[in-house]
């Protein structure tokens, strides 16, 4: 949630008033975040698919927050980043087409805030509305097929991405915005950010963690060598993009253009084994520190507290660091200092309003971190048990 916050702050900055080199640096570490979002959504569904008897029940339950994210959620979304996408995302000609259309089925004269709700509320595609449908499909996946399987489902998911973003071009609009739903587009998406299929892929990679960490805790894979793993499985996850960007002098120029920046800036980057691998290795890393050290330091605390109210937390961040920026008119005019000054804020006040969240719900005791750190003290215990 932190590089949320750093990625979102940083669309209100005037591009002409930063580095370059810290507009690639900001874009590539902050892209890791969606990513670790959508996974480790993928990850903890799996998690209790694996580690219950009765997964329908597991999926009845999930089913419920699926329809939270889509229903309820969606809205909150659209509420909280409001002034900032008046602001910063005029309608492309499609989606006020799209919503004219849907104006035309409502019976007598369509009222201007209606017309607005369609267009600002309705048509705006989350990354957590995604998520929701990949709760809802997903068990076909990760139950129905066994691993191999699914390893090259979803590895023809993300190569067929890039292919049709780059060579499929459908002539009519209906055909247009079916490809950009699903598979995304070259340029600047009309309607939907974030396309189905590649981030349906991303969603089943992190069920294998989900599927290995219920191993872990029915006790058949201990923390040594499930850390060793780890490492192992990050190094591997890394070779194709050191590869990639070994080689990318040599071949990339006799390329498709639209392919070349398909894979080098679209949703499916070359990256993306690369960003599994930093994920993978900062699991590791923690379970090191908390199960074989048994260390939780304050820090690990802190930034726990964002990610046990991680929804919260991405909903309420919109309005901190994008709509209360563009109420301030401050939406494309700061530089760099801004922008650090806006994002160590904003931060502070997300962090403040999800510890309140929080406790408000009864998720934090007032001893929270003293109960954390005994319990990864315990952890430690029962590792060297």
């Not at 048509?123 to 139950?143: E, H, K, N, R, Y």
């Not at 029915?218 to 050191?242: E, N, Y």
């Not at 084994?273 to 290795?281: G, N």
Request: one cysteine or more; hydrophobic letters at 55%; aromatic letters at 14%.
């Amino acid at each position: 949630m932190v590089l949320v916050v750093l990625q979102h702050a940083y669309l209100n900055v005037n591009p002409t008033l930063i580095p370059r080199l810290l507009d690639v640096c900001v874009w590539r570490v902050t892209y890791l975040a969606v990513i670790a979002f959508v996974s480790i959504a993928g990850a903890m569904f799996s998690y209790y698919l694996f580690l219950q008897s009765d997964w329908k029940a597991v999926y009845r339950r999930f089913a419920a927050r699926a329809a939270f994210l889509l229903l309820v959620a969606h809205y909150g979304l659209g509420l909280t980043s409001y002034y900032s996408r008046v602001v910063r995302e005029p309608l492309s000609p499609w989606a006020r087409a799209f919503a004219s259309y849907l104006s035309s089925m409502v019976p007598g004269p369509i009222a201007p805030w209606f017309q607005v709700f369609l267009e600002r509320f309705v048509l705006g595609v989350a990354i957590t509305d995604v998520i929701g449908i990949c709760l809802l499909v997903s068990p076909v996946f990760i139950l129905g097929v066994g691993p191999v399987l699914r390893t090259v489902i979803i590895v023809t998911l993300l190569v067929a991405t890039p292919l049709v973003v780059a060579f499929v071009h459908p002539a009519g609009t209906a055909g247009m915005i079916l490809k950009e739903a699903l598979f995304g587009s070259v340029d600047e998406p009309s309607m939907f950010w974030w396309p189905l299929v590649p981030w349906l892929a991303i969603f089943l990679t992190g069920s294998f963690a989900g599927q290995v960490l219920a191993r872990f805790k029915q006790g058949s894979l201990d923390t040594a060598t499930l850390i060793r793993k780890m490492i192992h499985a990050g190094i591997v996850l890394a070779v194709p993009t050191l590869g990639y960007e070994v080689l990318k002098p040599a071949f990339a120029h006799a390329w498709n253009p639209d392919f070349l920046r398909a894979i080098s800036s679209g949703h499916i980057t070359v990256l993306l084994p690369a960003y599994f691998a930093v994920l993978v290795w900062l699991f590791a890393f923690f379970m090191q520190r908390i199960d074989v050290a048994g260390t939780y330091h304050r820090l690990t605390w802190a930034l726990s507290i964002l990610g046990r109210t991680s929804l919260f937390a991405y909903v309420v961040q919109f309005a901190v660091v994008l709509s209360a920026p563009a109420v301030l008119g401050l939406t494309g005019s700061i530089g760099s200092a801004g922008f650090a000054l806006l994002f160590v804020v904003g931060l502070a006040v997300v962090w403040l309003l999800c510890y309140a969240y929080g406790r408000l719900r009864g998720w934090f005791t007032k001893d929270d971190y003293e109960q954390c750190a005994a319990a990864a003290r315990a952890r430690q215990q029962a590792s060297h048990a």
